[in-house]
């Protein structure tokens, strides 16, 4: 319930003006494919279950994906990569995520993105990144109890983790930071989640064959060992 009332205050933020214009644009001249859909337009909450033991950590929503579909990665190529993998992983009862009302359930698992709202180009600024942090440190607050492992997908996410563990358990994470790369794993203290990077899964990532679904398949099979499942 602690979540659904996180995800509906989300629902309503208009806390950055080039963000809160950009998806609004987007929603309102919607793209030809969609032109008879109705589009979200609004920040976009996370997705899964309270009591997730690994979280899934994006960038931002797709402007004809999630913020045309309202669900985190739905509706477009890069959440076709995401949820083909969670399925094999066993982390989601199905494949595909195209709707909201798909039918769609994560299991121990909960994806939720850097900054809520889709930006241009896909880049939001590292002030939107500031602005959209509380939302993230609140969401881990209410994962808090079981949250083991958070996988960082591109160097973006990996970057939007580092105040959190400090806001919420409060420790410090090393200076320099670790680097971010496709496997590599940051431990701050036994009870902060480890952080656990991937490439992006994304088209230019996916396409090129920098990340493929055996690469990807580490990484779950990774995060579940962490997590213990
Ligand atoms: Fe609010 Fe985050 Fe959207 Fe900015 S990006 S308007 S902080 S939800």
Redesign the pocket.
Known sequence: ADLEVLDAR?GH?????R??TW?EEVARTRRAAFRDQEYWG???PGFGPAGASIGVLGL?PAAHGGNRTGRVFTGDRSGDVLFAALHRAGLANQPTSVAEDDGLELRHTRIFAA???A?PENK?SPG??D?????LRREVELLRPTLRVVVALGAFAWAAWWPVPTSVYGRRPPVPRPAFGHGALAWIAEDVPVLLGSYHVSQQNTFTGRLTPTMLDEIFARAKEIAGL
């Open positions: 989300i933020c208009r806390a950055c003006p963000l809160v998806r609004r920040p976009v931002a900054v809520r709202c930006p939001p939107e990144r602005a959209c942090a509380p939302w």
